[in-house]
């Protein structure tokens, strides 16, 4: 059977990550990075292609993605996967003898930062290194050369200028051949270049932001603002590159759920480098809860498998009898092994990292054409039609105490969600807080569109919000004389508790109760989570677009004191509005809560 490349795109994220190509054996053909990973694997599928790639494409059984923060940690995941896998599609090095290092050299007044590859540091400068591959170099040496305008010429070049190159120009480069720099100026300049190459970027962003800060006091604003875009710069460094900068040897667990599957993600860091991710679709035969079932796979992965335990395992759950486990696998492992579930800085990134690859990884499962048709075919028996359902919509309401009411419309079909079918509907005019006039409005506006030739006929309309909304959907059929659509209410038990709904189909009198694991139950609950998470992001991006602040000044909790250290953390406020909820928290005296309503603020 060829792989579905189709399905599979549908599904991928367009993250930056790395991907694995697996012929019908499970071995790996090839791996690569991307830095959008579905325009990247896309290209596979279409298009012209050499030969050689033309006979790696007919080969694919399967495709595993591990999403990335950044193409930097994918670029390093890469090369430590092909060392460790050695694909035949691959291109390898014949040997390991020499290494990429960044070279800085003791005998010239204005060194340059070089790429060199040597089998081990000499006594003719300073060596930065060893790099993982030599991209990486080439982009530090990119990085550096920005920010600090470090000169990349040829000694030989640099001897014979007379007048500034285009580096110069471009500002690439602070034009030391013509002494448009003072020695000592540039060799201040290369060394936060070396201390930031060297890891200690904060001491150089400290540094950097004391000399803005006396620039501006002393009238000297071009330096100032020289200065501010070079520790605007700095931090946007330090944001991306927490994998490989913060160490700690630890497997990071997080498990995703949807009704009638889930998957669990394991990501390996070692010395703070992280290795690659492994996923598992265990089954629950049991029906046991997220934490017990996550408890049972930590305990079977280690003790009962060969996998070694790290010093450290972090989960996204709280595990049962975690003392009792954590004694086993230091036990079992003849050194301390620690579980933690709530954890900060860059290992909570991490955890939040394998979140992410188990979403994306449930998503390539639910996206399978062979379970999506078992899943319609149950429907269709359920609900006792005489064919096989094409086309499904699902309705939802969202909204806060009446705010900013939206309703959401989900089209989910053989091929999975049809996201360029989803409509959001703005209701206007209704009382606020009444579900049912709003979900009279959004239904009639969708239908009656539909008599008008718009849009395309669904088998079955799913309303949740039980009897009630059923109720108000017949009306609106019964108005505007539709009756070849079947309509299905879905009903949260009263635990509310997924697998225990209750369907109504087409009147309140016809209920149906179907088993926790019935394929058409699924189906359902994944339409109506899908349109309730659609409903809540746009009920949200309405409600914060009517919110929305453009000024630190108008934000609660932020006062004189707070802005200061705002602006100068991050050089202005351009360099506010880019950082991530993570950067703003690091800040003194802003904490994760008022982190939060600042970039809500900021950005909606």
Not at 219 to 236: S, T
Request: aromatic letters at 6%; one cysteine or more.
């Amino acid at each position: 059977m060829s792989f579905d490349s189709k399905h599979f795109l549908a599904s991928v994220s367009a993250a930056p990550g790395v991907y694995r190509m697996l012929d019908a054996q499970g071995d790996t053909l090839y791996i690569g990075k991307a830095k959008r990973l579905k325009a990247r694997l896309a290209s596979y599928f279409r298009g012209t292609l050499n030969a050689k790639t033309q006979a790696l494409v007919g080969r694919i059984a399967d495709i595993q993605v591990t999403v990335t923060r950044t193409e930097t940690e994918a670029l390093l995941l890469e090369q430590t996967l092909i060392k460790e896998l050695r694909p035949p599609y691959n291109i390898l090095l014949r040997d390991d003898k020499s290494y990429p290092f960044v070279f800085v050299s003791d005998r010239h007044p204005y060194p340059a930062l070089e790429y060199k590859r040597a089998r081990a540091r000499r006594d003719d400068g300073r060596y930065l290194g060893p790099y993982p591959s030599s991209g990486a170099v080439r982009e530090s040496l990119s990085l550096m050369q920005k920010i600090f305008r470090i000169r990349n010429c040829e000694d030989s070049v640099f001897a014979h200028r007379t007048r500034p190159c285009l580096q110069y120009q471009i500002q690439r480069c602070s034009a030391p051949c013509v002494d448009y720099i003072s020695e000592q100026d540039y060799r201040r300049d290369l060394e936060h270049a070396v201390m930031c190459l060297e890891g200690k970027s904060e001491q150089v962003t400290d540094e950097l932001t004391a000399a803005m800060e006396r620039a501006s006091q002393a009238l000297a604003f071009e330096e100032a603002a020289r200065l501010r875009d070079q520790v605007q710069h700095l931090r946007q460094l330090q944001a991306r590159q927490f994998v490989d900068t913060e160490g700690g040897d630890a497997d990071i667990i997080a498990l995703a759920e949807r009704p009638g599957a889930l998957c669990v993600s394991v990501i390996s860091v070692r010395q703070g480098r992280m290795l690659g991710a492994s996923h598992y679709a265990p089954s629950n035969g049991l029906d046991l809860g997220v934490e017990a079932l996550l408890g049972e796979f930590v305990s079977q992965l280690y003790l009962g498998q060969s996998r070694e335990a790290p010093s450290e395992v972090i989960t996204t759950h709280p595990l049962p009898d975690r003392d009792l486990l954590q004694d086993a696998l230091t036990a079992h492992a003849g050194k301390r092994v620690r579980l933690a579930h709530q954890v900060r800085g860059h290992r909570a990134q991490w955890l939040q990292l394998a979140q992410t690859n188990a979403e994306q990884q449930l998503a390539s499962q639910l996206a399978n054409q062979q379970q999506l048709a078992k899943r319609f075919a149950a429907l269709r028996d359920a609900l006792d039609m005489p064919d096989t359902p094409q086309r499904l919509e699902c309705f939802d309401i969202s909204h806060s105490h009446g705010e900013a009411t939206v309703a959401s419309c989900v089209v989910f079909d053989h091929q999975g969600p049809v996201k360029s079918d989803y409509r959001r509907f703005n209701i206007e005019g209704v009382a606020a807080g009444d579900d049912y006039a709003a979900m009279r409005q959004a239904l009639t506006r969708r239908f009656k569109r539909l008599q008008d030739g718009e849009g395309k006929r669904p088998d079955v309309l799913v309303v949740d919000g039980g009897k009630g909304q059923l109720n108000m959907a017949r009306e609106v059929f019964t108005e505007l004389g539709i009756a070849d659509i079947r309509l299905l209410g879905v009903a949260k038990g009263t635990t509310r508790k997924a697998g225990l709904e209750t369907l109504f189909i087409e009147t309140v009198e016809r209920s149906l109760a179907l088993d926790g694991a019935s394929p058409a139950l699924h189906l359902i609950q994944h339409i109506r989570d899908e349109s309730h998470r659609f409903a809540i992001t746009g009920h949200r991006t309405r409600r914060d677009k009517a919110r929305r602040t453009s000024t630190l000044q108008d934000i609660p909790g932020v006062g004189p004191k707070r802005r200061r250290e705002l602006l100068r953390y991050f050089g202005g406020l351009q360099g506010v509005r880019k950082a991530s909820r993570q950067d703003l928290s690091k800040v003194p005296g802003i904490s994760a809560s008022l982190a939060e309503a600042i970039h809500q603020a900021l950005h909606g």
